[in-house]
Structures are given as structure tokens and as C-alpha cells.
């Protein structure tokens, strides 16, 4: 099974912008059935889907997050990324790269899951 | 936004119990709901998908059922390893939402 690995600064002042890489080995991001996915956890809290890249170049974000988010990959370095700009306090977590499998789908709608998951790496916000 | 709830969200159970997660989904997801095991500063490990299917290298003991609204992810006969946070999630639509999650400790 292929593997992905997060990383970035761990500490980023208010209001500047959280930028992430998220390296993939084992398989090709430019590779059709395969979305690939950031997700974050607050410090004690629980799971938040931020949004999804297709190897197409195709985006699709969490509308509360859509203005500040972009999500975009590099083919030829195996890579893709997370940019959130005007951080606060709140964007405070462990954020998760994962591949988003889509199978079976039917009408626009596919059966999809998150597997493999890097194994996170902790943002803090803070001046 | 389709709200996904667990509750409770903690459960004390035994070595060798059989323990039941229930989550809820604020709308018809059909079977779009997956199952993940999370423990302390570790990533989500998926275990069962599409609501009822085991992924592979998943332990048996776990299985999930249900469409709808209501679903079930079900232990059998607990392992030290299954004591750990467990979260459903719904893909039926984006944005992609989780449930707050169940803790299962030890009794």
C-alpha cells in the first residue's frame, strides 16, 4: 500500500497563511479513481473534511473554508498542498492528508472513503 | 450540511464484550457512511466502508450494518488493541461530515 507523509511549518502567526505539503510514495497522484483529501482535528476534538483534489487538477472545498482554501499538487514531484490563508487561533490542529477512494459510481454519486492516511502533523497558531 | 451523531460518546466495556456504536445521520445517506479506529496522536485507520464492507487486513470481529439514517458499528469478543475512538463518517455528500466520535475505554 502506498504512503503519505505531511509536512510544514508547526507554528504560523495570526492572520499570515498555513502552507503544507503532503508527499505521496508508492503510487502515482496522477493516477484516475483517485482523489486526494486534507482533513484536520482540533486539539481534542473530532474530524474535519477541508477538501479534495482529483489528479485532473479538479477542487472541491468545505464551503465555510472555500474562501480561504486551495488545494493543489505538483504531478512531476509525486506532491500536493494545502494553503489557508488568514489563519486565527481556530485553525489550531492536526491536519491529515489521506487518499479519498471513489468506487461504484452511479447518478454523480461514488462510493468514497479515506485510505491511506499520513500520519498528521501539528499546526499551531499562534503570534 | 448532513450532521452525523454518536452518541454515546463514550463507552466502558471488558475484554472480551461485545459492544455496539451507533451513529446517526440527519438525512437519508443510503449506505454512504464509513467506519474509522483512531487512537491518541495517530492517524484515522480505516475499518469498514460503504457501511457494511471490511477493508482489508481489518480484523473480523468488526463488522457495520445499516442504510439510511441509522447505523451500527459492532465489536465482538473486545481486544486490548480496540480500545481507542471510533468515527463514522458520511460521503453521501460535500461537505463530508463526521460524527463527534465514541471513546471506548476500559472497564
Known amino acids: 500500500q502506498f504512503q503519505l507523509q505531511e509536512s510544514g511549518p508547526g507554528l504560523v502567526k495570526p492572520s499570515e497563511t498555513l502552507s503544507l505539503t503532503c508527499s505521496v510514495s508508492?503510487?502515482?497522484?496522477?493516477?484516475?479513481?483517485?482523489?486526494w483529501a486534507w482533513i484536520r482535528q482540533p486539539p481534542g476534538k473530532g474530524l474535519e473534511w477541508i477538501g479534495s483534489?482529483?489528479?485532473?487538477?479538479?477542487?472541491y472545498y468545505k464551503p465555510s473554508l472555500k474562501s480561504r482554501v486551495t488545494i493543489s499538487m505538483d504531478t512531476a514531484k509525486n506532491q500536493f498542498y494545502l494553503k489557508l490563508t488568514s489563519v486565527t487561533a481556530a485553525d489550531t490542529a492536526l491536519y491529515f492528508c489521506?487518499?479519498?477512494?471513489?468506487?461504484?459510481?452511479?447518478?454523480?454519486?461514488?462510493?468514497?472513503?479515506?485510505?491511506?492516511w499520513g500520519q498528521g502533523t501539528l499546526v499551531t497558531v499562534s503570534a | 450540511d448532513i450532521q452525523m451523531t454518536q452518541s454515546p460518546s463514550s463507552l466502558s466495556a471488558s475484554i472480551g464484550d461485545t459492544v455496539t456504536i451507533p451513529c446517526r445521520a440527519s438525512?437519508?445517506?443510503?449506505?454512504?457512511l464509513n467506519w474509522y479506529q483512531q487512537k491518541p496522536g495517530k492517524a484515522p485507520r480505516l475499518l469498514i466502508y460503504?457501511?457494511?464492507y471490511l477493508q482489508s487486513g481489518v480484523p473480523t470481529r468488526f463488522s457495520g450494518s445499516g442504510s439510511g439514517t441509522d447505523f451500527t458499528l459492532t465489536i465482538s469478543s473486545l481486544q486490548p488493541d480496540d480500545f481507542a475512538t471510533y468515527y463514522c463518517?458520511?460521503?453521501?455528500?460535500?461537505?463530508?461530515?463526521f460524527g463527534q466520535g465514541t471513546k471506548l475505554d476500559l472497564k
Open positions: 489521506a487518499s479519498q477512494v471513489e468506487r461504484s459510481c452511479s447518478g454523480g454519486t461514488c462510493l468514497t472513503w479515506f485510505d491511506p
Open positions: 508508492g503510487a502515482s497522484i496522477f493516477n484516475s479513481g483517485y482523489y
Open positions: 483534489l482529483y489528479y485532473s487538477g479538479q477542487t
Open positions: 438525512h437519508d445517506i443510503s449506505t454512504y
Open positions: 460503504a457501511a457494511s
Open positions: 463518517q458520511q460521503t453521501y455528500s460535500t461537505p463530508y461530515t
